[in-house]
């Protein structure tokens, strides 16, 4: 291993469940990646710990060595305060108050930068994907919950106490099923990927048929958003329907967004989009367009995002090559 | 009269049914005002005629002449281009991409400045009444209708189509009442003050007793927002019912606006909010900060505006003073 000069970041996407680390050229592009489960049970410097090695391996895979990279760019679950490097709080980590910045760069001699994970998105996709042209963009990430990151003016918007995008518990149906936060009717209990598994295995415990019994067994055990596609493919319609309306409380949310803040770009993106793209994508965008008043969505795009998981490492290497001169 | 140094800006609110004019002093001290009603019906140079005697008639009634003033800044019910000074699209003046600016600056032979009347008032209420301070600022107008103005690091935010703050139309109960929009449950459609007078005009036909036919007879002919606080302070628990409703409702848009954008401060304004500030306001606060997740709404202010009626002219007084350089 020669030594390089410094022209790689490294972009982190800190989940509950996994770490994922990328490394990047200058251009953004993905040069190799590296994956951890997050182990948060064990504590936080244990998953400190895990993320520094997860950066490692990263650099380790495309034959780099740490002193050939600028800095390290990290998206953290929860609300997080850049200046200070704090992550101020992460439900899903169950953290408060983490030095994540000032822990890592004293394990990985780097510099690190921290922000929200969907701010982060946001910003890989308006960078990476839309070369940055959007003057205003909100990005919309389906998966275990839903988030969001706004882009005001070409910056991240983050509010007054850093937590911006919490569009997940925005309600859209007041008298809906329950949330996860005490409320009804969030989007995130209409639309997650753990509100269609619920409605799916509470319809199955009432006797619905579904494929997704043969393909998993009884207990759907390891139900998966893929595992939604699949069944839907083979002709599933009770699967189909469930999609579907998540798909249609979805364009709602897309149309509310358009309504108040009228951005240039509606970007959808996350897992669930990832895996179920072709069966929700024309149905949000459908309801979008109804739901948004007459003339306020002329010429918006609502894209689905083409960076699918890796929309948060590369965000990461963008915040990362923003806030370091090159060597 | 003597010719003055041009120390006084116009501001004025122009309104579906009513045009507003008042003068102001360089700090936005209100010296005297001018109404008149609009007559849209009349086409559009009838309405401007009207605006400028409004104006005429302000500057009459504080014992100036025009040239004593340094501009006037006025909102329009719509979507607004401040830059090419025109309405691009008003629906209750039915109006479509009318050069405002120029019309009046002809006939007033001053400088004058549009921009869309939620957002002038967000403008009033952030300059004028809080001083300019909140970084982010949402205000929320209920009135027969119910828009927002946004304010992002301490300047009105238009978006990409200038419609931003587009409130009124977002679903908060998708199975809720039908709305002018030709959807359901939209914010308008729960909270308006149309909203509030459809439903009681339908629970009348049904039978229903208030106090509201004693004072205005059978028909409800000519009901205002100040007759439902009249009839609640009587006693009338039907009435009651209604804007409690209306007032959770609004709540709940409030705490979908800290979810998304988290702004430092949310204003509620408008005449609805006006005449029945002490029967809606508290149940409005609760119920935003029973929606609001956890931790999101930590410091943010909800206020009620004590600038009332004045806020349209006040935010145009402030738009034509940020324009304009003192001679």
Not at 91 to 97: C, F, T, V, Y
Request: glycine letters at 12%; aromatic letters at 4%; one cysteine or more.
């Amino acid at each position: 291993m020669t030594e390089k000069k410094k022209e790689h970041v490294i972009g982190v996407d800190l989940g509950g469940t996994k770490i994922l680390a990328g490394v990047f050229d200058l251009e953004f592009n993905l040069l190799g990646k590296s994956k951890k489960s997050t182990k948060s049970r064990r504590g936080v410097e244990a998953v400190i710990e895990r993320i520094a090695r997860c950066v490692l391996d990263a650099i380790d895979e495309c034959d780099l060595a740490p002193d050939g990279i600028l800095g390290v760019g990290i998206g953290a679950p929860g609300a997080t305060d850049p200046e200070s490097g704090k992550v101020i709080f992460a439900p899903n980590l169950q953290w408060r108050d983490v030095p994540l910045k000032a822990a890592l760069e004293k394990q990985l001699k780097l510099p690190v930068f921290i922000e929200n994970d969907c701010n982060i998105q946001a910003l890989g996709v308006h960078e990476k994907e839309l070369k940055g042209r959007p003057k205003h963009l909100v990005g919309i990430f389906l998966g275990t919950g839903i988030g969001a990151g706004v882009v005001v003016d070409g910056a991240l918007y983050s509010g007054f106490n850093r937590t911006a995008g919490e569009i997940g518990h925005m309600v859209l149906d007041v008298n809906g099923p329950k949330c996860g936060c005490g409320n009804r009717g969030c989007f995130e209990a209409l639309a997650s990927r753990t509100a269609m598994f619920n409605r799916i295995l509470a319809a199955v415990k009432d006797g619905q048929k579904t494929l997704l019994t043969d393909m998993l067994g009884a207990g759907l055990k390891d139900m998966r958003s893929g595992d939604l596609r699949k069944a839907i493919k083979k002709g599933d319609k009770f699967v189909q329907q469930v999609v579907e309306e998540a798909a249609a409380f979805t364009g709602i949310a897309v149309a509310n967004v358009i309504n108040l803040l009228n951005p240039e770009v509606v970007v959808l993106g996350g897992g669930v989009m990832q895996a179920l793209e072709d069966q929700m994508f024309d149905i949000v965008v459908r309801n979008a367009r109804k739901y948004a008043m007459s003339g306020v969505d002329t010429g918006i795009q609502i894209l689905a995002s083409t960076l699918g998981d890796d929309a948060g490492i590369t965000g990461g290497a963008v915040l990362a090559r923003r806030n370091t001169p090159v060597k």
